[in-house]
């Protein structure tokens, strides 16, 4: 298994702002993922982040609104730039060994 | 590209009792079928999965059937307590490298002791 952790567990930003998330795995790992889920629906990729490549971004992100670094095979960080209302939602960072794991999510409100 | 859907969006049972969740997917490719619990304020948890080239898996209280010819599979739940209470979300993928997942909608169940 994978011990994932993420902050800032929550935060509060107003429009217009960037939100820099970052992502910690206890183990080393190839490929991490980024997902959006928000509000009380199920959960979107955002993009795969390989070490020591560029993010592969999902249909409907880009890397102007969602840059990603990922600089060891331990941590990665996700930034939700220019904020909007609409950016209000949980990203949670994944790792996929055998099975995939999940972080406990950042829950991001817009105003 | 693969689809998921899931029924039903809410399902609220007596403690107890049985709760039974059903998920369809399209692609015939997909081979690998999780099954995630996310509790409030938490990521979601793996909880059970199974594979296509097995029919049935339990795992105590859970078990999850799969229909490969009808593409779909389902979670049961038995003996259902009030810490079952969470939303579930079904998955389906090529289980090989880098293949990621296709989420169902989710459904939120709750148990009423």
């Known amino acids: 298994s994978a011990v994932i952790s993420q902050k800032p567990s929550r935060d509060i930003c107003q429009r217009g702002t960037s939100l820099t998330i970052q992502c910690q795995v206890d183990?080393?790992?190839?490929?991490m993922f980024w997902y959006r889920q928000q509000p009380g629906q199920s959960l979107t990729l955002i993009a795969t982040?390989?070490?020591?490549?560029?993010?592969?971004?999902e249909s409907g992100f880009v890397i102007d609104k969602f840059p990603i670094s990922r600089p060891n095979l331990t941590f990665s960080t996700l930034t939700v730039s220019n904020m909007s209302p609409e950016d209000s939602s949980i990203y949670l960072c994944?790792?996929?060994?055998?099975?995939?794991?999940f972080g406990p999510g950042t829950r991001l409100t817009v105003l | 590209g693969e689809n998921v859907e899931q029924h039903p969006s809410t399902l609220s049972v007596q403690e107890g009792d049985s709760a039974v969740i059903k998920c369809t997917y399209s692609?015939?490719?997909?081979?690998?079928f999780p099954w995630y619990k996310q509790e409030l304020g938490k990521g979601p948890q793996l909880i059970i999965d199974?594979?296509?080239?097995?029919g049935e898996k339990k795992d105590q209280r859970i078990a999850v059937t799969l229909n490969k010819t009808a593409k779909h599979f389902s979670l049961h739940i038995t003996e259902t307590q009030p810490e079952d209470s969470a939303v579930y979300f079904c998955?389906?993928?090529?289980?090989?490298?880098?293949?990621?997942?296709?989420f169902g909608p989710g459904t939120r169940l709750s148990v009423l002791p």
């Open positions: 998955a389906a993928s090529m289980k090989n490298y880098g293949q990621n997942f296709v």
């Open positions: 982040a390989n070490q020591g490549s560029e993010a592969t971004y």
């Open positions: 199974i594979r296509s080239n097995v």
């Open positions: 994944s790792v996929k060994f055998h099975e995939q794991f």
């Open positions: 183990s080393q790992v190839t490929m």
């Open positions: 692609d015939s490719a997909s081979n690998y």
